[in-house]
């Protein structure tokens, strides 16, 4: 694994600008005058990332899951510098459906690529020829990577490679990429990309309609007859492409010819293009594929089939989740929190340094800055090296082990019956369970879903109702010390809280529930090193983004508490926390906290149990309010990115009350109970 450099640029603002654009700023148009900019592109869950990291250095996120790539990510050929490879989201087919889908697309369309190169499933090959197809019409200079040729090979497979480079005519090259088999060829291929000639064989009326179409296109850096085949397929990009580079009355000819020949079929042109082309990939795949029997998978792939199952499947859910709980819960909240936030820091660190401030700065508003109850290194730094550091560690490997498995969509398939419900799909539960890992990450792969109806339902619930890894690890240390009863109503308050406010919102946004349309990849044995390395990417992100947040924080209450203001508050919130909420005053502070991030408060309550201040009841409420709390900083401008600044607002408008709502009810249900 090479040693990973940092991102050299990430391109979510291709969103809602039209790529072209930017793509003719004379800082892009200087860059790719001057560098070959090469793309890999390819279906999702094939392994770009993986190749990217490999031939670039540079960290991408890579998943047993489609969708895991949801925007550009850039980065310079080792060895040959004068190359920026691209990193793409994984596209179905062309047109897109999705706005990851789209931003491929556009890259296709309007970056000036030297070469699109596409990497491919060496395990299905006719699914990996069909968008062959597709992109040669691009006329773009081509390569295909068939990846994941160690599978392949598992299953009994062996494809003739250099036959299909010549039935192509473009360079193939056979690679598995997490073995970093094959890599060496790529660069060499990368340069001798060619440009294909067209091989779609189309029926003449197609052909007799498409040259009318082709004629009528404008001249750009891919092919008229490419063009003119997305717009025959309603393409999306394409034709908001074309509307800005052809006249009125050229655009409405094309549109006449297409409807003519739309007349013709009962299907969308779209699938019936995409079946000759599938038919097409079939042939070549029969002239170039030689499958003998395989018998090594069948127990992977009996367990793979059981996660899916209506019974088995709920019981496998339910162990996957006892080990995450317990690793998470008490290996990470429990033992690795004593060992650092008890022992190290509470024991060693804090008394030492704290008595080495006294003895320069003396007992006054230095030492309470610095090392006082809310002091820089007290609160800030202690809480986030020495409790939500080995929280988040635990839950980051443990979640890595279920997307390398290849779990993930499967637990999609599972609930999907459940999303139902909230007029949604299984793909919803794919930011959802991401959003454990970083909610503000999880917004970002909303842009997998298909409608943007779907995608605001998502952002909505991941806001209000989905705790981050940070918090969860904390709640869920807190609660098991707690007892069973009480994860168990914490639980089923969340999960009702979701399902109710999702419910609503579905019903006060109709629309059309998507079919799950989903690849199911191989189960996989998780190879520890990508673990680790994706552990580390993920840690130093959050602790990036935690330790300024949590040194402000720490400020803000030094000064309230400075200035007397912290105990105004207290007695200002005392009806809602008292009164409403049934919590010890002192659980004021920790609210202010949660402005910050949920997590900070849910650290503040942490410490506040630990000092033996809450009761059972108290401590349930607390996790509750504060787990529906508003969502951090950092989610809230993703959301005012992705969807405007009002939505944002509306959302938090919604969430602060709500919270302290169910919050105060689950305070008066189980006084009224008696206790837990
Ligand atoms: N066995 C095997 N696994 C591979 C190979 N290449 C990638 N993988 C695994 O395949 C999964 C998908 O890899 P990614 O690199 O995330 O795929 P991607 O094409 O970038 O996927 P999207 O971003 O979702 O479009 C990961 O679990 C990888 O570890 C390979 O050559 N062999
Ligand atoms: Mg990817």
Not at 274 to 279: A, D, I, L, T
Not at 525 to 551: D, H, N, Q, S
Not at 590 to 614: E, H, I, K, P, W
Request: proline share 5%; aromatic share 8%.
């Amino acid at each position: 694994m090479p040693a990973a450099k940092t991102e050299e640029h990430t391109c979510n603002h291709y969103l809602g600008r039209p790529i072209w654009e930017i793509a003719l700023t004379p800082a892009t148009a200087q860059s790719a005058a001057s560098r070959g900019t090469i793309a890999l592109v390819g279906h999702s869950n094939v392994g770009k990332s993986a190749l990217f990291q490999k031939l670039t250095g540079v960290r991408a996120m890579v998943s047993n899951y489609p969708g895991t790539t949801v925007e550009i990510t850039r980065g310079a050929l080792t060895g040959n510098h004068a190359i920026t490879l691209l990193d793409t989201p994984g596209v179905i087919t062309l047109p897109a459906n999705s706005e990851d889908e789209r931003i491929t697309e556009k890259v296709l369309l309007a970056e000036r690529l030297q070469s699109a190169v596409q990497v491919g499933d060496a395990k299905n090959l006719p699914r990996t020829l069909s968008l062959t197809l597709l992109l040669m019409e691009l006329g773009l200079p081509m390569a295909l990577v068939l990846n994941m040729m160690d599978e392949a090979i598992e299953r009994g497979s062996s494809i003739d490679h250099a036959l299909l480079g010549k039935i192509l005519g473009i360079p193939v090259v056979p690679t598995a990429a997490v073995h970093g088999h094959g890599l060496d060829a790529l660069p060499g291929a990368f340069l001798a990309a060619q440009r294909p000639k067209s091989a779609l064989a189309l029926p003449d009326k197609w052909e007799v309609a498409l040259t009318a179409i082709e004629s009528l296109m404008p001249e750009t850096t891919v092919s008229r007859r490419g063009l003119a085949l997305l717009f025959l397929a309603h393409d999306g990009v394409a034709e908001e492409y074309l509307v800005e580079r052809m006249p009125f009355e050229q655009l409405a000819k094309a549109q006449d010819v297409r409807a003519r020949l739309q007349g013709h079929s009962p299907e969308s042109l779209a699938s019936v293009l995409q079946s000759f082309r599938w038919q097409q990939a079939e042939n070549i795949t029969a002239r170039v594929l030689q499958n003998a029997p395989a018998g090594r998978l069948v127990s992977r792939s009996r367990l793979a089939q059981l996660t899916v199952h209506p019974v088995w499947g709920l019981f496998l859910l339910a162990l996957a989740l006892v080990a995450v709980f317990w690793f998470v819960g008490v290996v990470g909240a429990q033992w690795l929190v004593g060992l650092l936030e008890v022992s190290l820091f509470g024991e060693i660190i804090n008394p030492a340094l704290a008595s080495w401030v006294a003895s320069f700065a003396g007992k006054g508003w230095l030492y309470d800055l610095l090392v006082g109850p809310y002091g820089l290194w007290t609160m800030g730094i202690t809480y986030a090296v020495a409790l939500i550091l080995p929280i988040v560690t635990t839950f980051f490997l443990a979640f890595g082990v279920l997307e390398d498995s290849g779990y993930l969509p499967r637990l999609a398939v599972l609930s999907n019956r459940w999303f139902s419900w909230l007029g949604l799909n299984g793909k919803a539960v794919l930011p959802m369970v991401l959003g454990l890992g970083c909610v503000t990450m999880a917004t970002v792969t909303t842009r997998t879903l298909e409608t943007r109806r779907e995608r605001f339902l998502v952002t909505l619930l991941l806001a209000l109702a989905v705790p981050c890894s940070a918090q969860l690890g904390v709640v869920m240390g807190l609660l098991a010390g707690t007892s069973a009863l009480a994860v168990l109503i914490w639980s089923f308050v969340i999960l009702a809280t979701l399902f109710a406010v999702g419910y609503l919102a579905a019903r006060l946004s109709p629309g059309e529930r998507q079919p799950l349309v989903l690849e199911l990849p191989p189960f996989r044995w998780p190879l520890p090193g990508a673990i680790l390395v994706k552990t580390a990417a993920r840690l130093e992100w959050y602790m990036k983004e935690v330790l300024p947040l949590f040194l402000l924080g720490a400020l803000v209450m030094f000064l309230l508490d400075r200035t007397g203001g912290l105990a105004l508050l207290v007695r200002a919130a005392e009806p809602l926390t008292v009164g409403w909420l049934g919590l010890p005053a002192a659980a004021a502070p920790a609210f202010v906290l949660g402005f910050m991030r949920r997590d900070f408060g849910a650290t503040g309550f942490f410490l506040l149990s630990a000092s033996g201040v809450l009761s059972p009841t108290q401590t349930v409420v607390a996790m509750v309010t504060i787990t529906l709390f508003i969502p951090c900083i950092a989610t809230v401008m993703m959301i005012a990115k992705e969807y405007g600044n009002k939505i944002a607002v509306s959302m938090v408008a919604l969430i602060f009350p709500l919270a302290f709502f169910v919050g105060g009810l689950l305070n008066h249900l189980l006084l009224w109970i008696g206790n837990i």
